[in-house]
């Protein structure tokens, strides 16, 4: 037996409950893996208040790191003992341990732990495709990101100071202007007194930037449009105050025949070739220290509920984990 999240109805945090479970063994295509670390992610809390739609019941989480305990038949490239993570597999990440399909599993290299595995997964292919693929970047652009100082923030921050690339955030305070500094942005907004598209202009000499990354949505899309300079791109990868409000092409027109995207990292990912392409750039930079994960926020898995209430108030800076084993 084994123990896991489960929830039976969409709602708040309360929902969740701490099961035991059965495992069983790997049929076709499938791998039992044994969770050393789980990550949590915001996404995490749209499944369990309903907005991304799950047939229920069903477990909690996407993105986990750990060890392959068993193999099932026709499985290749796998074996026992082989370190491992992975990010948007069916749901049931916040468990001790699974039986899921190979698809998803990235081999994980001995030079990351499995906790920072845990907090960088998802944040770090999504930044990894945010800023390789979507639009061609070079060094001296300036973008504006929303929420720096947030899981994906601080690992884009790097990253994109790594390509050149100047960055400006937007965060709710000034501890978390200090955190995304730190961490390679150059210019920080506090966006709870400052206006957030007159300081873009204000830093681009009244251009605007040619992309807005934004994983807000509601409350920050009509100033995200405001920043964006003639022909600009405003990349939508995250919803967390809430969907953005429909598009009205004219408008896109009117404020400089502006370009929307709402790209979703599984699109990203599919490929088994391009994923191992974004995971070995994100891994090798890593691995080599260019790019720190700092856990900023550990719980245990039986504590999930507090995890998500302290997630949706804002208490969480940079990456959270949940941990299974000491040491790992």
Same mark, same amino acid.
């Given at each position: ?52 739609? %799950?047939? &229920?019941? =069903? /477990?909690?989480? @996407? ?7 068993? *193999? #099932? ?6 074996a ?54 979507? %639009?061609? &970047?070079? =060094? /001296?652009?300036? @973008? ?7 899981? *994906? #923030?601080?690992?884009?921050?790097q990253?994109?100071?790594?390509l ?49 990354y ?36 004219m ?5 400089g ?19 191992a ?21 550990r ?30």
């Amino acid at each position: 037996m084994a123990k896991a999240i489960r929830f039976y109805t969409a709602g708040g945090p309360e929902v969740m409950r701490w099961e035991s479970v059965e495992v069983g063994e790997p049929g076709a295509g499938e791998v039992r893996v044994r969770h050393m670390a789980v990550g949590l992610n915001f996404a995490d809390t749209y499944f369990r208040s309903g907005l991304y739609p %799950a047939a &229920l019941p =069903a /477990g909690m989480g @996407v993105e986990a790191a750990g060890i392959i305990e068993a *193999v #099932g038949p026709g499985v290749t490239g796998f074996a026992e003992g082989d370190r491992v993570t992975y990010t948007g597999s069916p749901l049931g990440a916040y468990s001790t341990s699974r039986v899921m399909s190979v698809a998803p599993l990235i081999k994980l290299p001995d030079t990351i732990g499995f906790e920072t595995a845990a907090a960088m997964t998802m944040r770090g292919l999504t930044t990894s495709y945010l800023l390789r693929r979507i %639009a061609p &970047l070079k =060094a /001296g652009d300036t @973008v504006l990101l929303h929420a720096a100082a947030g899981g *994906v #923030g601080l690992i884009f921050c790097q990253w994109a100071k790594l390509l050149g690339i100047t960055v400006i955030g937007t965060v709710s305070s000034d501890e978390k202007a200090e955190v995304a500094r730190r961490h390679g942005c150059t210019h920080t907004i506090v966006y709870r007194r400052e206006d957030v598209a007159a300081r873009v202009r204000e830093l681009t000499d009244g251009h605007g930037v040619p992309v807005v990354y934004d994983s807000i949505g509601a409350t920050t899309f009509a100033q995200s449009l405001d920043s964006l300079r003639r022909r600009g791109l405003l990349v939508c990868f995250g919803t967390a105050s809430g969907p953005i409000p429909p598009i009205d092409a004219m408008q896109l027109a009117i404020k400089g025949s502006l370009f929307v995207t709402r790209p979703a990292l599984a699109d990203y990912i599919a490929d088994e070739s391009e994923r191992a392409a974004l995971a070995g750039e994100l891994f090798d930079h890593v691995g080599s220290g260019r790019i720190t994960i700092e856990i900023n926020q550990r719980y245990a898995l039986e504590d999930a509920v507090q995890a998500h209430r302290d997630l949706e108030a804002g208490r969480s800076i940079g990456s959270s984990v949940f941990s299974l084993e000491a040491g790992n």
